[in-house]
């Protein structure tokens, strides 16, 4: 059921809880500043007054200079304090959204988050998120001031005289209608903006992410000019809507400050018909033109009302991604058999699109099952399903008799250990990634993996060994080499399922033999599941289960399949092709993953 969007400025409200009193305190100040802000007036108005009525004295006057110097300083001090504590406000509001994406990172499926570019999510979470900042620390002090002064200049100048108040309004009346077709296509013309703006930003992250591939295919130039085009299509939209809107917005900042051409006739009339004093005229005219600056400056909220808009929007989308149901629930397992009853699954979850359809499987405890088949076939789905990256769309996938769906996340994750080809390192050091697969480990047992999964005679050759920061081993390791530190952390974790996704895909001559020893080491006693495109590392499973086109073709041993099964026997002969043609005479590994 597609969820009610919920208002930008109620998103962002809901992230102001643990800053509401500073919030709160800030606009106090603000409001506190803009009184101030007035005792400098009122101090003129009364000097002023003091010289009509010639009763000025050097006490007198000093004593309404100091009353003017003692507003301003209000004024000053106030508008600092409520502009830190907004600042406050803002980084906390930042804080608590990029936290709560992280959160949400975490909860959704992890295929939700799998799915989506590391520059994208880096964009939201950083860059978009940081937008909110500048107007959300500058509105409760500026916004406050630059509304609420017009306001009270507008009253105190209606207290005058109602005419001459009145007389204030004319130039921001007029100036308003320039702003009214200024702002009739706006938001057609900020949505375009921000679709330019996320095409340029798109085309850099594609750009950047994509160099290696872009260096190893000579497409440097191509590459460089589909950037260049989307900088300069960027920059001639941009400017295409200044040039469209500057006469409209010259004419209104042109009318704005005007104000003196209402109040100045109006106000003569005024005094000369004895309405208001010629110190009421005066103080009308310093009133009328401090209503300009705040004015215009509270026009430019507009442009960073939507901006703020537009990045509370892309922070919801990760905000609302969908979040993994967790039972929460421990429940006692006593076998580790997986079974897979009418699997079926498509990744947009509607049945159009079903990559596997009706899958009925049995992997019992302690065995070891291959899946093999076509590119495409639904293998790796498969396998992300057990490890609940994503939730079944029909069907289900029980472990031990229970559906995964009844444990906790947390239990599925002890329960079973996920190998890629994508064997990310984090920025620690190579024992630290290794411990990840147990965190309680001692030193001693994290060797113990590094030496059954074979990573210990390269480690100990870098300089700093194991304390070796993975962030420069990893520009030295192989794939090979990072995917035995992978295969090191998996045997640490000791979970009683071990998947292996195309693990033996950085196997070269030099690597296979290691990597295999490291599964071995990784895999005994285990239900172990392993999708490879090398036939020759699963010819020994006890079922090898044939996939094409999200659907089970055959399943068997090895004999069993190349008796029966045409498609199985076609791919082993072109593998055994492929590999004498390969690796000719290199000696063939029986393997036992
Ligand atoms: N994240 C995804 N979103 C949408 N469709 C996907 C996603 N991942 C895979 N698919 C589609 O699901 C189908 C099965 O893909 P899967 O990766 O499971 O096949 P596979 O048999 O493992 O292929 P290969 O051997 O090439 O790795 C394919 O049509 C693929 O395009």
């Known amino acids: 059921m597609k969820q009610q969007k919920e208002h930008w400025v109620k998103t962002l409200f809901s992230f102001a ?89 975490m909860r959704a499926p992890l295929g939700e988050v799998m799915g989506r570019r590391i520059g994208y999510l880096k964009n939201i979470i950083m860059d978009k998120v940081e937008d909110l900042e500048p107007p959300l620390a500058h509105m409760i002090p500026e916004l406050t001031s630059n509304l609420l002064l017009p306001i009270a200049i507008f009253i105190w100048m209606l207290a005058i005289d109602w005419r001459l108040g009145l007389a204030v309004l004319i130039a921001p009346v007029l100036a308003m209608i320039p702003m009214f077709f200024l702002m009739r296509n706006y938001n057609s013309q900020y949505a375009a903006y921000m679709e330019a703006n996320n095409h340029v930003n798109n085309v850099i992250i594609e750009y950047v992410e994509g160099i290696e591939v872009v260096k190893a295919f000579n497409q440097s130039t191509s590459s460089y000019e589909k950037f260049v085009g989307a900088v300069k299509s960027f920059k001639d939209f941009t400017l295409a809507w200044f040039k469209s809107t500057w006469k409209t917005m010259n004419l209104m900042m042109a009318i704005m400050p005007t104000t003196l051409l209402g109040v100045l006739p109006i106000g003569l009339l005024l005094a000369q018909s004895g309405s208001i004093t010629p110190a009421e005229l005066a103080m009308g005219i310093i009133l009328s033109l401090s209503i300009v600056g705040p004015l215009m400056k509270a026009t430019t909220f507009i442009n960073e009302a939507k901006s703020m808009e537009y990045a509370v929007e892309a922070a919801n989308e990760l905000l609302n991604l969908p979040v993994l149901p967790d039972s929460g629930k421990i429940v006692p397992i006593r076998h580790t058999d997986i079974v897979l009853q009418n699997v079926s699954f498509s990744y947009d979850g509607t049945g159009q699109n079903e990559v596997l359809h009706d899958i009925s499987l049995k992997m019992p405890q302690g065995s070891f099952t291959a899946l093999v088949g076509p590119s495409g076939g639904g293998k790796s789905t498969v396998a992300r399903l057990i490890a609940r990256f994503w939730d079944v769309t029909g069907g289900s996938i029980s472990i031990g008799g229970t559906n995964i769906k009844e444990l906790s996340i947390r239990q599925l994750s002890e329960l079973v250990s996920f190998v890629t080809q994508d064997n990310f390192l984090f920025n620690c050091s190579l024992k630290e990634n290794i411990r990840l697969g147990n965190p309680n480990a001692t030193d001693e047992e994290v060797y113990a993996a590094a030496k059954a999964a074979c990573c210990d005679d390269f480690i100990v050759r870098l300089e700093k060994g194991y304390d070796t920061p993975a962030g420069d081993a990893g520009k030295r390791l192989s794939g090979g080499e990072k995917q035995r530190i992978a295969i090191a952390r998996a045997i640490l974790k000791n979970a009683p399922i071990v998947i292996l996704d195309e693990a033996t895909a950085f196997t070269d001559p030099q690597n296979e033999d290691k990597i295999q020893k490291s599964i071995m080491a990784l895999s005994k006693g285990k239900t172990l599941l392993v999708i490879a495109h090398r036939l020759s590392t699963i010819q020994n499973a006890d079922q090898i289960v044939v996939l094409k086109k999200g659907q089970i073709v055959d399943c068997g041993k090895q004999e069993e399949l190349l008796e029966r099964c045409p498609l199985y026997t076609d791919m082993w002969q072109a593998h055994i092709g492929a590999k004498n043609w390969s690796v000719g005479e290199k000696k063939e590994v029986g393997v036992n993953v």
């Open 17 to 105: 809880g643990p800053c509401k009193g500073k919030m709160t305190l800030s606009v106090l100040c603000a409001i506190l500043s803009v009184v101030g802000g007035f005792v400098p007036f009122w101090a003129v108005y009364e000097i002023l007054l003091l010289f009509i009525n010639r009763t000025a004295t050097l006490n007198n006057i000093m004593l309404w200079c100091l009353v003017g110097v003692g507003g301003y300083l209000i004024r000053v001090i106030c508008f600092g304090i409520s502009t830190i504590l907004a600042h406050i406000s803002a980084y906390t509001i930042l804080e608590g959204i990029r936290l709560k994406i992280a959160n949400r990172l």
